[in-house]
């Protein structure tokens, strides 16, 4: 679909009776890229779907969309189609009336209309259920006519809300391969907006990993998964044992003395001054435990706090002298360590890196 | 079988008769209104003298009476049209805009209906002195509307706040602007509401009495009828009619609420 | 505060535009009306012209003569009574329709009680007149099986029929809210209380009614307030030997042609009204179904 546009957020900022929802937010989102909003609950990633689609206006800032500023449209003269978190699939109109009524608005004649309903259908895997009433579908299915609906008017945009949250943990993997299926055939843009890592990082171009109103970092899943720019993402994103560190001429030294080399690369590298007080950043899955004599590289020693067992891995929980939390995810076959017993937790440098305090 | 298995099944014995008492009271007088207009005495009272359709036949070409009830079924329509177009706009406004002032339009809304009627009545017959004219058809048409369309407003009010605002966004995010979706999701979603609102509104203004008494000048309601029939002997004629209206009545609200509660009990599945 | 956007002001016009209808009739119809009451409460009579005037010599009057007050009392004590004895026959229907019967049943028991509030008031007011007249269908019924020797005089024209029928106008008006706030309360909440070893009373005293304490308050006012106001009813069947307040009102304006004097009563009578409406309004908020 050529018609698909990329969508720009300038300085965008939202306030509620005195409460800052979305606290100054710069995006691009380029034109047919699949762009997901992952944040937890309360971030402001549907205030600022909800300003895309026009039902919410920003205090200030711009949004442009194909260039073209929509800041003061009403959502009906926005060239965006929204897939609600609740379908809101009209309860009296049946499935076909439901996938019509965008084009219906639009004038268009009806036996154009016929088509691109049975084309929508077929293409969706609803073909025989466009007479029926949209309480008798299933969830899965009413998803689908959610997503047809919006699709069939060929928006410049399309932006969805939770779109897989009332799903069962099953459908919701299936749809999300159909979700991915069908950006790639359409080449439309698509923005997002979840909380569930998983999803954000299995269908998305790129994310914005909001909290507390702001964008915390913006980059592809790999970027964001493997190199959090942040405490908050670190953590939000996946695991991570966060340990303060502070920068020294020649590497690294942690709260115990330990010296480790400065891993390359990292956000916080950049201002790695020596005598910074930084945070270094390892996932759990890049941490090997040892018993406290066999260490052969440097690591923190900590006392073994709980060993749980998860059929794949196992997960090692164990607490420095210092207080820091440290896990370790490694498929287990090895004997684990006792609990109560001191072990080193350990990694290749080249795993961790280094974000800001 | 022990006392205990007994207990639940007592209470809800106890509780069933209790129920039937209170159905008793408040459909014995009904009962005996028809009772009477079935009877051939002239004078109702027991006992009964013999089976008799002649009071119907008798109210029908009473032309007092019949006329009565053609002008008050006239005005009751005028007076729920009325109201139900005012309260409309103005329950989806109250349900689905900010409004600063809004405590303060809710207790407008609210004060008419519990306003005595009498005070109503007063202050009306007092404007009407400004305007002579209207005292008859067009005051009591106005006075019911009055009366009607504050908890018109009310009700309808209360059904919208349990309307999904998705409908309306999704209707609007795709292309539909607000009076497409007035007449494409709102109007249809809450017809059956309406139309009990209606028929509701309808049943009160063609059975009040006071209000419509005091600035009905010369026009003769129903109710304004029987009210100076009260004075005398209560004839068989008002009985057949009352009981044809009371029917119609009992009909039209159980109709209307039962399509109310049904419409609710469907939003709720889906 | 930055200015509204254009969206914000289009709402603004929606808005405007949507309650303007309503409420111009209302300001028209109903507060010009009661202002002009107002207005003339504090005018005075001169050989029977209404005069303007800025006096509260109405309001002194009123307030100064016994019959007044005896029939506030009465209005008060009427209204009450009322109030109480719909709350206690309400309670346990609704508590049956909410809780004791089927889905369907459920819905035609609770429309038959609420069905009778819509008749007119004056075929209500002649059934009854059969059924508790001297030689009515009571009477003749308790004098035929022998019950009473002589025909029962106190069943109408009394206080007690104007009791019966306003019980009877506003039984079905206490039900409803009332089953709206029971219908409300989650069986496990019982259930709960239950498991946690109350009894059923117990469990009744304390769950289920600070549950339903909405409906009851809710019914109480709207019971309370139109009982106070009450005309119809106990005009034609209370005999006209006590006279309510809204008699007196209707007595100064039609009889004496005391227009302000009936107008100052008329004011104080409303001021109840509505003093007791702001007093309520949180609860009749919340029982409309908004969030609090």
């Known amino acids: ?357 | 079988m022990s006392l205990r298995r007994l207990l639940p099944s007592a209470g809800l014995l106890a509780f069933t008769a209790y129920a039937a008492l209170i159905y008793l009271f408040l459909y014995l007088p009904i009962a005996v209104i028809a009772l009477f207009a079935f009877d051939s005495r002239a004078i109702s009272g027991l006992p009964l003298a013999g089976f008799t359709t002649q009071w119907f036949a008798a109210a029908f070409a009473d032309p007092a009476l019949a006329g009565s009830m053609a002008t008050s079924a006239r005005l009751a329509a005028a007076s729920a049209l009325l109201a139900t177009a005012l309260a409309m706009p103005a329950a989806m406004v109250l349900a689905w805009f900010p409004l600063r002032w809004k405590s303060a339009v809710l207790a407008l809304m609210l004060g008419p209906v519990v306003l005595p009627p009498l005070v109503l009545g007063l202050g009306l017959v007092m404007l009407a002195r400004a305007a002579p004219g209207m005292i008859g058809e067009p005051a009591i048409i106005i006075a019911h509307a009055t009366m009607t369309s504050s908890y018109a407003a009310l009700m309808l009010y209360s059904r919208l706040l349990g309307f999904r605002r998705s409908y309306i966004e999704a209707a609007m995010d795709l292309g539909a602007t607000e009076w497409v979706v007035f007449r494409e999701i709102v109007l249809p979603l809450t017809a059956p509401a309406l139309v009990a609102v209606f028929l509701l509104a309808f049943t009160d203004a063609f059975g009040e009495f006071i209000v419509a008494w005091f600035v009905a000048g010369f026009t003769k309601t129903l109710p304004i009828v029987i009210w100076t029939s009260l004075r005398q002997v209560i004839s068989p004629k008002i009985n057949a009619v009352s009981t044809l209206i009371i029917a119609a009545t009992l009909l039209l609200s159980v109709a209307s609420q039962l399509w109310i509660l049904r419409q609710a009990g469907r939003a709720r599945e889906s | 505060m930055s200015a509204p956007g254009p969206a914000a002001r289009r709402a603004r016009r929606l808005a405007a535009a949507g309650l303007a209808p309503l409420l111009l009739w209302q300001c028209l119809f109903f507060l010009v009306p009661v202002g002009i009451l107002a207005v003339i409460s504090v005018w005075s009579m001169e050989n029977y012209r209404l005069t303007p005037d800025l006096t509260l010599a109405n309001y002194t009057a009123a307030l100064g003569n016994a019959a007044v007050w005896r029939s506030l009392l009465l209005s008060v004590r009427t209204a009450l009574f009322v109030t109480v004895a719909c709350g206690l026959l309400a309670y346990p229907i609704a508590y049956f329709i909410a809780r004791k019967v089927g889905r369907r049943l459920r819905l035609v028991l609770l429309v038959a009680v609420v069905a009778p509030f819509w008749i007119s008031i004056v075929m209500r007011i002649a059934a009854w007149r059969i059924l508790l007249g001297e030689h009515g269908v009571i009477n003749q019924f308790l004098v035929g099986t022998g019950l009473i020797e002589a025909p029962l005089g106190i069943l109408l024209y009394s206080p007690l029929s104007t009791m019966i029928g306003l019980v009877y106008a506003y039984l079905p008006l206490y039900v409803l809210p009332l089953y709206a706030a029971i219908d409300r309360i989650e069986q496990s909440w019982i259930d709960a209380a239950k498991d946690l070893n109350a009894g059923p009373l117990r469990a009744f005293w304390e769950v289920t009614l600070p549950l339903s304490l909405p409906g009851l308050v809710v019914g109480a006012v709207f019971c309370f307030i139109f009982g106070l106001g009450e005309f119809v009813t106990p005009a034609l069947l209370g005999g006209g030997k006590q006279l309510l307040l809204s008699q007196i009102i209707q007595d100064q304006f039609q009889r004496r042609q005391d227009w302000p004097g009936g107008a100052a009563i008329a004011m104080v009578l409303m001021a109840m009204v509505m003093g007791l409406l702001a007093v309520s309004m949180r609860w009749l908020r919340r029982a409309s179904g908004e969030r609090p």
Not at chain 1, 53 to 71: L, W
Not at chain 1, 232 to 248: K, M, S, W
Not at chain 1, 296 to 324: D, F, M, N
């Open chain 1, 1 to 357: 679909m050529s018609r698909s546009e990329g969508v720009t957020l300038a300085g965008v900022v939202k306030r509620y009776e005195g409460h800052l929802a979305v606290a100054g937010v710069s995006l691009e989102v380029p034109r047919g890229a699949f762009v997901t909003l992952l944040g937890p609950s309360g971030c402001g990633k549907s205030t600022l779907l909800r300003m895309i689609s026009g039902f919410a206006e920003p205090t200030s800032g711009d949004i442009r969309i194909g260039g073209a500023s929509v800041v003061g449209l009403p959502p009906y003269r926005r060239d965006t189609a929204m897939v609600f978190q609740d379908y809101a699939l009209f309860p009296h109109r049946t499935v076909e009336e439901n996938l019509a009524f965008g084009l219906r608005i639009r004038r268009m004649d009806k036996p154009a209309i016929r088509a691109r309903v049975a084309a929508m259908l077929e293409m969706l895997g609803l073909a025989g259920l466009g007479g029926r009433r949209v309480s008798e579908i299933s969830g899965g299915q009413a998803q689908r006519v959610a997503l047809g609906r919006a699709l069939v008017v060929e928006p410049a945009v399309l932006l969805l809300d939770e779109p897989l949250g009332a799903l069962d943990l099953k459908l919701r993997k299936q749809m999300q391969a159909e979700l991915k299926r069908l950006h790639r055939e359409l080449g439309l843009t698509f923005i997002a907006v979840t909380h569930d890592q998983e999803e954000a990082l299995n269908l998305s171009d790129f994310i914005a990993v909001m909290n507390a109103g702001r964008i915390e970092q913006y980059g592809t899943p790999e970027e964001v998964y493997a190199r959090p720019a942040t405490r908050f993402v670190a953590d939000f994103v996946g695991e991570a044992n966060l340990v303060p560190a502070t920068v020294e001429p020649d590497g690294l030294r942690l709260e115990d003395g330990t010296r480790l080399p400065l891993p390359e690369g990292g956000p916080g590298a950049v201002r790695a001054a020596a005598g910074a007080a930084v945070t270094l950043a390892v996932r759990p899955e890049a941490v090997e435990v040892h018993a406290a004599a066999t260490g052969t590289r440097p690591g923190l020693a900590a006392r073994v706090e709980e060993v749980l067992y998860s059929g794949a891995a196992r997960r090692v929980i164990g607490r420095t002298a210092a207080g820091t939390r440290l896990t370790s995810l490694q498929p287990g076959a090895a004997a684990p360590p006792e609990r109560g017993s001191l072990a080193t937790f350990s990694w290749a440098p080249a795993a961790s890196w280094i974000i800001p305090a």
